[in-house]
């Protein structure tokens, strides 16, 4: 059952409705766009700071217009790669790498063979306090590296 | 002023200007310029959340607010939520329940101001970034405590009280 309170305040409510959603709906269908566009704004704006440049010499040294840029440190700008290469250059930054492709047999591989690797050494060390030498003497030079990096992380792990 | 609703049943917010609090707010807790600025402005009040640069305080801001719509989003789509888990009593040391309570949802440093109608509905009178203790050290923040008290005093004004719980708050 409604109550006075509740009713008179329904009285003072009207039709009309919030725009916050639409503006979310909008960002979680562009979410990876929006978000790549954010950390750019951001890393320009710490740019702008460092380099103690202001929007309109940024403006100028791209040659692009002032409200360009004011939208691109607003992070709501789908950016080509044109003009990430523009602000890369006058800023004299990196704001994007392409990665290497790596076909998913090769990765697959690298990831048993680090799963392999930590497998011994969970088995190893618990079982097995001479699990230093018999690893090191049983895997070739190069194997050294990571023995030294397991050792650290099991220090690591001990010192928390 | 105006009382519009937020799509979130039973949750209906301010509108002063062209935008409501809440879609206000929002739009500025993801605006990375704006942020930049307010945070360059800001810098020193960073270090008691162990925040070390301007850039995260930017990024962790962004972050928080979309984490804000997504808990939004969820009483959009389930109606049958409680917005009590939402809201908590604006200052921490009142215990009993008042008229017209002040409350405020905190996310990390982020609020959001209302003002609760009865058990399970608010409306947003508006938010703030407080990276102060108490409300009145920061100038944002006694802004959005007048802002709640105008807010409050409009409701009272327009009948919503119930007779025997007005006669109690007037006594």
Known sequence: ?160 | MKIINTFVPRLTVFKFHSKDELERNLDLWADEKYLYTFFEKNEESLAFFKVKTIKEAVLKTIKQARLIQERLYEYVQDGSKNLDELFQNLDDNEYHETILSKQKSKQYWLRLYAIKIETNHYVITGGAKKLVHKMKQSELTIKEKQTIEKCRNYLLDNGVYDADSFYEFIL
């Open chain 1, 1 to 160: 059952m409604k109550t006075e309170k509740l009713e008179n305040f329904q009285k003072l409510v009207s039709n009309e409705e919030s725009g916050w959603l639409g503006k979310f709906l909008h960002y979680k269908s562009n979410q990876k766009m929006l978000d790549n566009s954010s950390k750019v704004a951001v890393n320009v704006l710490e740019a702008l700071r460092a380099k103690k440049m202001s929007q309109k010499e940024l403006a100028e040294k791209m040659n692009v217009s002032a409200q360009q840029i004011n939208k691109i440190v607003r992070g709501k700008q789908n950016l080509t790669f044109g003009t990430i290469g523009k602000l890369e250059d006058a800023l004299g930054i990196t704001l994007m790498e392409i990665i290497d492709y790596k076909s998913v047999n090769n990765i697959k591989t690298n990831a048993i063979q680090i799963n392999a690797i930590q497998k011994t050494k969970t088995e190893k060390i618990t079982l097995n306090d001479s699990f230093s030498n018999e690893f090191i003497k049983k895997e070739s030079s190069h194997m050294r590296v990571v023995f030294n990096v397991l050792i650290q992380l099991t220090s690591f792990q001990k010192a928390i």
